[in-house]
């Protein structure tokens, strides 16, 4: 079974850092995509920023030369790093692995960080 287990979510002023980590309890190089995505009050859950195997990234508009997705092979993490947060970043950001095709196909998702940004 796989398990994603987050950590890193607070509360920060307005312009400053935070950096989630999103730790997978397998391979990560057996994991097809990962995604980090945010859920705010009363919105949809949106896809903030994603990371395929082969290393192509993908950023929402609202977040581009804000933060970076990466991962670490040997720790089987992958992280979110967000600088220059603002109050519309506030929401629970949750980290979605997938891995596709076949009988070992599966869609995972972590238990949610909350960030908060406000002064």
């Known amino acids: 079974q796989v398990q994603l287990v987050e950590s890193g979510g607070g509360l920060v002023q307005p312009g400053g850092s935070l950096r989630l980590s999103c730790a997978c309890s397998?391979?990560?190089?057996?994991?097809?995509?990962m995604g980090w995505y945010r859920q705010a009050p009363g919105k949809q859950r949106e896809l903030v920023a994603s990371?395929?195997?082969?290393?192509?990234?993908t950023y929402t508009d609202s977040v581009k030369d804000r933060f970076t997705i990466s991962r670490d092979n040997a720790k089987n993490t992958v992280y979110l790093q967000m600088n220059s947060l603002k109050p519309e970043d506030t929401a629970v950001y949750y980290c979605?692995?997938?891995?596709?095709?076949?009988?070992?196909?599966?869609?995972?998702w972590g238990q949610g960080a909350q960030v908060t940004v406000s002064s």
């Open positions: 990371l395929t195997n082969g290393g192509t990234t």
């Open positions: 979605n692995a997938k891995r596709f095709g076949g009988p070992f196909a599966y869609d995972r």
């Open positions: 397998v391979n990560i190089f057996s994991i097809n995509y």
